[in-house]
């Protein structure tokens, strides 16, 4: 659906949209409906893997890094509010004179957002609903200060950047997970939705392991990703983990799923990975992933596979292990990328 605030702006004369202005949108969601500004000339940057390719489906002008000039530049605001700020940076380069908008939720941080632009800049307009806020202003130099920094190093010396899933050093779930692999792991696996790459490195650590895909989403991590590894047994894959393809191929899969998209946790999420994971395996292959105690996983993992194991856990994440892919498993073909 399209943000209601902006069809709201746009429908209630609050906000124009000239035709043939030229609109950036960041980070749009990808059930976003851009008919309202079908008379501009859009262009969407998109960085999340999924949404980046329901755009491209729609015959939409998108890019993983916008760097046009633009009349209007939306942004929808992310959980993390040093990427908001970073994108809010990024706008005001883009728009350069023009306008940029600012549209999230209360959830989001769009109160707090709203006070501290309007410490800085006269906010033009602004309009609240459906539980958010959507504010705008005329661009010109005030936020650079805001802009996301490079990846750069942080605990250990992992490289990260402001925004990604776990920016700060490894998250908990994947430590235990690294100490709980059978160290006699070997051949070729993959990493699925290896973030930055902190599981990866460790994968090839292990004496028999001769290749590792590791596969991302999120276009900021698979950039530091790169930046962690050095090693020509690793490709690293910008995909979809739940569509990527390269269908009972892998040895093994080594994966800490994740469970939301939002803010709203959703198991869902985390079973389509376990039921892409059968589909990569080979008839023999075998899956290690990490879990919140709470995550109902063992289900998926019982249909999907044969022989069904925790292999370690505490009260706070479990560690479980599956064997032989059952030929049952549906096989959902993509083109790989």
């Not at 690294?178 to 090839?204: C, E, F, I, Q, S």
């Not at 490709?235 to 800490?256: I, Q, R």
């Not at 899956?287 to 009260?315: K, M, W």
């Amino acid at each position: 659906m399209a943000s209601p605030r902006l069809t709201h702006a746009l429908d209630t004369g609050a906000f124009e949209a000239p035709d043939g202005a030229r609109v950036v949108l960041l980070e749009p969601a990808a059930d976003a409906d851009l008919s309202p500004l079908d008379k501009c000339d859009i262009t969407v940057q998109q960085t999340f893997k999924p949404a980046f390719d329901v755009f491209e489906a729609q015959n939409v002008h998108v890019t993983e890094d916008a760097d046009t000039t633009a009349d209007i530049v939306h942004v929808t605001l992310p959980r993390s509010r040093d990427l908001a700020r970073g994108l809010i940076a990024k706008a005001e380069q883009l728009a350069a004179g023009g306008t940029v908008m600012v549209d999230g939720a209360k959830t989001d941080g769009a109160d707090a957002m709203l006070k501290a632009i309007k410490s800085r800049v006269e906010v033009a307009g602004q309009v609240s609903k459906a539980h958010g806020k959507l504010f705008w202003f005329v661009a010109n130099d005030s936020f650079q200060d805001w802009a996301l920094p490079a990846p750069g190093p942080v605990t250990d010396g992992w490289i990260t950047q402001p925004g990604v899933f776990s920016a700060d050093g490894p998250d908990a779930g994947s430590v235990s997970l690294v100490d709980a692999v059978p160290k006699n792991l070997k051949g070729t696996g993959a990493d699925l939705g290896g973030g930055w790459g902190y599981l990866t490195k460790h994968l090839l650590n292990l004496p028999g392991v001769t290749h590792v895909d590791l596969v991302e989403a999120d276009k900021r991590a698979l950039t530091c990703a790169a930046l962690n590894i050095d090693d020509p047994r690793t490709s690293l894959h910008w995909a979809d983990a739940t569509t990527w393809d390269a269908a009972g191929s892998l040895d093994w899969v080594v994966m800490n799923p994740p469970f939301h998209t939002s803010r709203t946790p959703d198991a869902k999420l985390g079973q389509a990975f376990i039921q892409s994971a059968a589909r990569l395996l080979k008839p023999k292959g075998q899956v290690i992933l990490v879990a919140n105690r709470h995550l109902p996983y063992e289900t998926t993992l019982a249909a999907c596979f044969v022989h069904v194991q925790e292999l370690d856990g505490d009260s706070r994440f479990k560690i479980l292990h599956a064997q032989q892919p059952k030929p049952s498993t549906p096989v959902r073909r993509t083109r790989r990328r």
